[in-house]
């Protein structure tokens, strides 16, 4: 069975569109993130949520949203898409942040803005 | 803020030999976490290995080792005995064990390894 999961793999889109990406993880894990990966490779993390509180939020343009309608699920919105938000975005879910768990990564989606 | 550094964007391997793989950090915290990471072209990222500044003992996983040198904030993965499938990017990783970045995994540029039969 998959750990955490991503939906959709690839997503092409136009400019200014709105888009979501979901994840879930079914580890039962109380904390989840979301990390962007840049043509470089380059990862950083945008947003983390424990117990459905966002508890880091990165310097992310606020066209980003993180939603989490259960501790199983955070999802990504993006409103006004813009060239520069073409990246790989990966999921991530751990324990708990007491002491500091290990991070399992979902598959990653790859979005291509037009 | 804490950062992350791979000296080395581009390594390669004969299989069977042995490979480090160097990481270097900052931070003034005196406990934290390092992590390294593999990500195969199937762009998965795995954890290979991770270590806790507060142990002096190095970690190890199998074939996989890390050098963790806390004065020097060196934390380098050897793989011995490559295989094929160890061709992948690496990524080192850091992260606090408290504060408001607690969790927060900061990495490194990476470092793709190649392995060559």
């Known amino acids: 069975d998959t750990a955490v999961s991503q939906t959709p793999k690839y997503l092409v889109t136009q400019m200014g569109n709105d888009k979501s990406i979901k994840c879930e993880q079914n580890?039962?894990?109380?904390?989840m993130y979301w990390y962007k990966q840049d043509s470089k490779k380059f990862l950083k993390i945008m947003f983390s949520?424990?117990?459905?509180?966002?508890?880091i939020n990165e310097t992310v343009p606020n066209r980003f949203s993180p939603k989490s309608p259960d501790k199983a699920h955070l999802n990504l919105h993006i409103n006004s898409l813009e060239l520069g938000d073409s990246a790989v975005y990966f999921c991530?879910?751990?324990?708990?942040?007491?002491?500091?768990?290990?991070?399992?990564f979902g598959p990653g989606t790859r979005l291509l803005v037009l | 803020a804490q950062t992350v550094t791979q000296s080395q964007p581009e390594m390669s391997v004969q299989e069977a030999e042995t490979v480090t793989l160097s990481c270097t950090y900052d931070t003034s915290e005196s406990d934290y976490y390092l992590f390294w990471y593999k990500q195969p072209p199937s762009r998965q990222m795995i954890l290979v290995i991770r270590?806790?500044?507060?142990?002096?003992q190095n970690a190890t996983e199998n074939r996989f080792s890390v050098n963790f040198q806390k004065a020097a904030k060196s934390f380098s993965l050897k793989i011995s005995d490559s295989q094929l499938g160890d061709a992948a990017m690496y990524f080192c990783?850091?992260?606090?064990?408290?504060?408001?970045?607690?969790?927060?995994?900061?990495f490194g540029k990476g470092t793709k390894l190649s392995v060559k039969p």
């Open positions: 580890l039962g894990h109380d904390t």
């Open positions: 990783a850091y992260s606090a064990y408290y504060g408001g970045s607690q969790g927060n995994l900061i």
């Open positions: 270590q806790e500044a507060y142990k002096q």
């Open positions: 991530a879910s751990s324990r708990g942040l007491g002491e500091q768990e290990t991070q399992y």
């Open positions: 949520y424990n117990n459905k509180e966002l508890i």
